[in-house]
């Protein structure tokens, strides 16, 4: 079957699902395969449960006319994917980097779902699965998209873009992330300079942190080229106030002198400049900008403020790498508390860096003066170090549990393969 066929069943069916569990009667289901799975023995009973159509890429022993057989599932969505994007002539703003890349997308939404109606990615869909359904997801009446796309290796970003056409890009940074698969930062560096890439070579524009002196050269020759930052470019600002929620100062941009936010942590400037730049660039009046930063409240283990009894928790446990566990107990040291607690959780897929980067953290952790510190799994355990190690969340938690902290600042962080948010019980 052609893809303009499919895309005019699709049409008649827009809800597409990969999982029978959560299927509605009426979408399309989408046999995917992986390492632990196979959708394909699924089909039949995704058609029972009420799907409109099964899309398999192995023969099903039984007649219907609902099977829908092609070469490859996974390309299959992903070209369905790509026809539908065709159909738009809107901007279409991809983001990513090592670090922020999420709540820059959250607070980029925020701002222009203010002034326009605009569809982005849901939760953290942001690899090869999750871009194909974000960009089904879009409906006919879309003014803006905002895509995030995730990586671990070379070629992925350039994979993404292929299908999204992205117009408009944002590279957060480029920090110690997936070393084990971008190899060292320079390969960081070309991996996510893919989106440059494409913009480069299609006609794009790429909103550029000043700050961060590798993003110019990385983003030389794209046609078009909107800095933000703190002293440079269309909007600029600076921390006025991080006790425990970041405050900004708007230098330059906005005829609003102040953006109180609820998110913690002076590492989110960037993020937070870089929605007011795009506001500012597509349009979205000054006191829109600001009140959609000031309302957006993270709920997705990044930068919360959690208080629980007398106790105020710091939790950033989506993600950990050397770039953002260094941020986070720097902006943590930095704080006004009297008493405070690390509980950190092993950093993941660093390669043969990741005994390096783990003593290192020590080394910075050791700088500071701290109530207590737990390190948790992985390579932790493999290093000399002064602290309290526990091989997982769940011994974490108890040990939490059994200090009776009073009047206590205590950071949670981790890599998402601890589940660090667990510790909150």
Not at 3 to 13: K, P, Q, W
Request: aromatic share 10%; charged share 20%.
């Amino acid at each position: 079957m052609q893809i303009a066929e499919l895309y005019t069943i699709f049409l008649a069916h827009p809800s597409i699902q990969t999982d029978t569990r959560k299927l509605k009667k009426g979408d399309l289901f989408f046999a995917l395969k992986g390492p632990n799975f196979n959708g394909n023995g699924f089909a039949l009973q995704a058609l029972e449960l009420g799907a409109a159509y099964a899309i398999v890429d192995e023969a099903v022993h039984e007649a219907d006319d609902r099977i829908i057989l092609v070469q490859d599932v996974l390309d299959t969505l992903q070209q369905l994917a790509k026809y539908h994007r065709q159909q738009f002539n809107i901007p279409f703003i991809a983001i990513t980097g090592s670090n922020g890349k999420t709540t820059s997308k959250e607070l980029v939404f925020a701002v222009l779902a203010s002034h326009f109606k605009t569809y982005t990615t849901q939760g953290n869909l942001n690899n090869h699965i999750g871009v194909p359904l974000t960009l089904l997801s879009i409906q006919r009446d879309a003014e803006m998209a905002v895509i995030e796309m995730g990586a671990n290796h070379l070629k992925e970003i350039e994979g993404y873009c292929s299908y999204t056409l992205p117009t408009h890009g944002i590279i957060t940074n480029c920090g110690k992330a997936h070393l084990e698969g971008f190899g060292s930062i320079e390969g960081v560096r070309k991996g996510k300079g893919e989106l440059y890439d494409f913009l480069r070579n299609h006609d794009g524009t790429a909103f550029v942190y000043a700050d961060y002196d590798y993003l110019q050269p990385m983003s030389a020759e794209i046609p078009h080229i909107v800095l933000y930052g703190q002293s440079s470019g269309l909007v600029q600002g600076t921390v006025l106030a991080n006790e425990p929620f970041l405050q900004v100062k708007i230098n330059h941009g906005l005829s609003v002198e102040l953006i109180h936010s609820q998110l913690v942590g002076d590492y989110n400037l960037p993020n937070i400049l870089c929605a007011a730049a795009i506001g500012k660039y597509f349009g979205v009046p000054d006191d829109k900008i600001k009140k959609a930063i000031e309302e957006y409240v993270p709920s997705n283990s990044r930068s919360q403020l959690i208080e629980k009894d007398s106790n105020h928790i710091i939790l950033d446990a989506y993600n950990a790498n050397p770039s953002s566990m260094k941020a986070a107990i720097q902006n943590f040291a930095g704080l006004k508390a009297d008493h405070k607690v690390l509980m950190l959780g092993a950093m993941m897929e660093l390669g043969n860096e990741s005994i390096a980067e783990h003593e290192s953290l020590v080394q910075l952790i050791q700088q500071y003066p701290w109530r207590q510190v737990v390190l948790v799994g992985g390579d932790f355990e493999k290093i000399k170090q002064p602290f309290t190690w526990l091989p997982n969340a769940a011994a974490a938690r108890e040990w939490l549990a059994a200090q009776h902290f009073n009047n206590t600042y205590i950071l949670v962080k981790g890599s998402r393969s601890f589940k660090m948010e667990t510790v909150l019980g």
